[in-house]
Nanobody, 121 residues
Framework: QVQLVESGGGLVQAGGSLRVSCAAS????????MGWYRQVPGKQRELVAV???????NYADSVKGRFTISRENAKNTVYLQMNSLQPEDTAVYFC???????????????WGQGTQVTVSS
């Protein structure tokens, strides 16, 4: 089994900062990519940021310059530092990881349970 456990969401005023974390655990051979999506009620889940094992990060245009994704590969953990938060950033944030569980297997996508981020105006 593989689990992704998120932490760090909460309530913050506009202009403030939050950092959310996501740690993967279980039988893991390799993690190809880790990232974050967010979703508000009635809307589709949207990509926020993603980082492959090699290569640079990619961000949604709406968060460029404000959010920073980073990984700690030794801990199978991904972080999302969110600065200059705005009310429109309010959403449930889900982490995901493309994980290979054993040699010769294809990667599968796993999701965290989601963490609420609320930005008040």
């Amino acid at each position: 089994q593989v689990q992704l456990v998120e932490s760090g969401g909460g309530l913050v005023q506009a202009g403030g900062s939050l950092r959310v974390s996501c740690a993967a655990s279980g039988i893991i051979f390799r993690i190809n990519a880790m990232g974050w999506y967010r979703q508000v009620p009635g809307k589709q889940r949207e990509l926020v940021a993603v980082m492959a094992t090699s290569g640079g990060p990619n961000y949604a245009d709406s968060v460029k310059g404000r959010f920073t994704i980073s990984r700690e590969n030794a801990k199978n953990t991904v972080y999302l530092q969110m600065n200059s938060l705005q009310p429109e950033d309010t959403a449930v944030y889900f982490c995901y990881a493309d994980i290979v569980r054993n040699w010769g297997l294809k990667a599968s996508t796993y999701w965290g349970q989601g963490t609420q981020v609320t930005v008040s105006s």
